[in-house]
């Protein structure tokens, strides 16, 4: 393979961002490049001066159907696929007057932007590029002789290497190369997955993952590895879409954990109550409603104040001063909200080390969505958990029904364990978490360590008992045994969501009715692991 730097003599442009496209022409052109170019690229490039030949002057074609046929032509992709320094690809050249193409500019129709939009689906299919893939893999193939750039932030890199070099370097081709196949790739994963969605194949044959990349991390779960965060084509509010409005680089750990904690409290409608939810290690920790953030803040924080020392605070309404003054007397790793005020941003501007991050908006929970995890030789992938409690048939299952403040705290409860990892125990009352039990391998255990977790808060706060004597629980899944719900009651619960399904399921209610418990099936599990 040829290691030489290559002229570039002619360049064939079009592309749908034309971010920089004006400033980069000029630059080629003052350099002595020929451009090519087509349809709204070359008007673009004509309305700031510049002339550029049409494709179809070099094909002897016009556009046709619609701009769906234009640079679909041996002349076009002859003058970029052909091996500089093959005598029969030269002699090829010759025979039919196809001229040599050295630099491919192209971007592809916006067909994530289309389907972001709710489009049509009409309108969303004439948004798949067909010419335009064809020509950066065709370039990208010949990276031996031909550079091709797919992204304006490389415009400047290719200009550098010009005025250095003369031309392109193999180094330069190969990198570009590189990038031009991981957009195509990206660009049909979002065409792939979405055609699945819309004919309703849950489990194609060949299932495509894409992302961008937002950023470099420092390292991943541990320093010994190495990590970054892509952004999907998913338009969910969260950390793709925050703004960090300040503070340090994100880490890994804290890109998941804030990712735990925005999903948890857009459970919350914003529009009903002010929600604060704080996360420690992707697991909630604290979790309140109140009047406003600043009540609903210092509700969760009582929950366990220990844990939330470095944690996440999610909120689900914009940040405002109070709230925020509230939040900064401890140690926080990262505030995320749909907003904040000018006065919070300052207020948390005072904590150099403190992330603010502004998402724009709610997650919505129950929009459709997959998750996905990696497993030895290949992933698993699963649709996202959006089932929601306000959507659930609920059934009183034994003698005595929950009151309604009881059916009140039990759906919140129930709101929070869905982001507990399981399994997962949850005492709540007056709409704010008092006692939670996650992550361990009996349903049991949670439930003791629950009323542990209770108890330590009582004692921090000077409080005669735990706040979960008179409280609610729910569990993410069924009791298989009553000992887990009979430590739930012990520690002062007086009314059990779960969703049933247990073969013991009549020992259970018989249990709950002999302590004279309500208990609510919702028939729908919440694993999360």
Known sequence: MSTRVRPVVRALVSVSDKTGLVEFARALAERGVALISTGGTRRALAGAGFKAADVSELTRFPEMMDGRVKTLHPKVHGGILAVRDDKTHATALQEHGIELIDLVVVNFYPF??????????????????????????????????????????????????????????????????????????????????????????????????????????????????NAAFYAGPEPRFGIATARQAQGKDLSYNNLADTDAAYECVAEFDPKRTAA??????????????????????????????????????????????????????????????????????????????????????????????????????????????????????????????????????????????????????VHARDGATVGIGAGQMSRVDSARIAARKAEDAAKAAGLAEPATRGSVVASDAFFPFPDGLLAAVEAGATAVIQPGGSIRDDEVIAAANEKNIAMVFTGVRHFRH
């Open 276 to 425: 604060v939810a704080i996360v420690k290690h992707a697991n909630p920790c604290g979790v309140a409603e109140g009047k406003n953030l600043l009540e609903a803040y210092r509700k969760a924080l009582a929950c366990d104040p220990v844990s939330a020392y470095g944690g996440i605070v999610a909120l689900n309404r914009p940040l405002d001063a109070e709230a925020a003054r509230a939040i900064v007397e401890i140690f926080t790793e990262v505030i995320v909200a749909p907003d904040a005020s000018e006065e919070a941003i300052a207020i948390v501007g005072a904590k150099k080390n403190l992330r603010l991050l502004l998402a724009g908006g709610l997650p919505d929970p129950r929009a459709r969505g997959l998750g996905f995890r990696s497993v030895a030789g290949g992933l698993l992938v699963q649709s996202r958990d959006n089932a929601v409690i306000d959507d659930l048939e609920l059934k009183a299952v034994t003698k005595r029904k929950p009151s309604a403040e009881e059916l009140s705290d039990l759906k919140f409860a129930l709101r929070v364990a869905k982001h507990v990892k399981s399994n997962a125990i």
């Open 112 to 225: 994530e932007a289309t389907i972001a939009k709710g489009a049509p689906f009409e309108e969303c299919i004439e948004n798949i590029d067909v010419g335009g893939p064809a020509l950066v893999r065709a370039a990208a193939k010949n990276q031996a002789d031909v550079a091709v750039v797919v992204d304006p932030s490389d415009y400047k890199i290719v200009l550098d290497e010009i005025e250095a070099h003369g031309g392109t370097t193999i180094a330069l081709r190969r990198l570009l190369a590189a990038k031009a196949f991981s957009y195509v790739a990206a660009y049909d994963a979002a065409i792939a997955n979405w055609i699945a969605e819309q004919t309703g194949v849950e489990t194609p044959v060949w299932r495509a993952f894409a992302g961008k990349l937002v950023e470099r991390l420092r390292y991943g779960e541990n320093p010994h590895q």
